[in-house]
């Protein structure tokens, strides 16, 4: 049966600093996501905040939101046959050193902090960071 997802992706701003945007995009291409919208943008320190609220008890919080506030960054729509899960297996697990072959993390990730791209871990928070995002 037919399972059409939509999923938040980020290219964060290691990856953007080092004009790695279409690379990335390719592989996304490449797997057979659609980018549905996607735009160039630096967030306030206290957007990443509100973006990442989730993980405010958790001790990286503070690093966390600077370092995705500290230079621009591109957000996109991607759409696929079970996107969500489709997306986080592309981007490999968070800490890069883990990260299989062929996903982003392994290829451009440089840290667990720097690790390249973000993505929606579940339809409920698809739907959340789209919106936080694209609500018009
Ligand atoms: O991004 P992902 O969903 O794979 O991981 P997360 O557990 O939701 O954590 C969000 C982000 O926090 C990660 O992508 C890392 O950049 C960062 N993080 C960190 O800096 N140190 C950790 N120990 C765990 C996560
Ligand atoms: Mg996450």
């Known amino acids: 049966m037919s399972n059409l997802q939509q999923t938040l992706s980020i290219i964060k701003p290691d990856a953007v600093e080092r004009n790695l945007d279409k690379e990335i995009k390719g592989m996304f291409k490449s797997k057979g996501f659609l980018i549905l919208k996607e735009k160039k943008i630096q967030l306030e320190k206290s957007e990443a905040e509100k973006f990442y609220k989730v993980h405010e008890t958790k001790p ?70 789209i919106d936080f995002f694209f609500k018009d």
């Not at 503070?62 to 969500?84: Q, T």
């Not at 990260?99 to 579940?122: L, P, Q």
């Open 60 to 129: 990286f919080y503070n690093d966390l939101c600077a370092y995705l506030s500290s230079g621009p960054i591109i957000v996109m729509i991607l759409e696929k046959e079970n996107a969500i899960i489709a997306n986080r297996e592309l981007m490999g697990s968070t800490n890069p050193k883990d990260a299989k072959e062929g996903t982003i993390r392994k290829k451009y990730g440089i840290s667990i902090d720097k690790n390249s791209v973000h993505g929606s871990d579940s339809i409920d928070n698809a739907k959340i960071e």
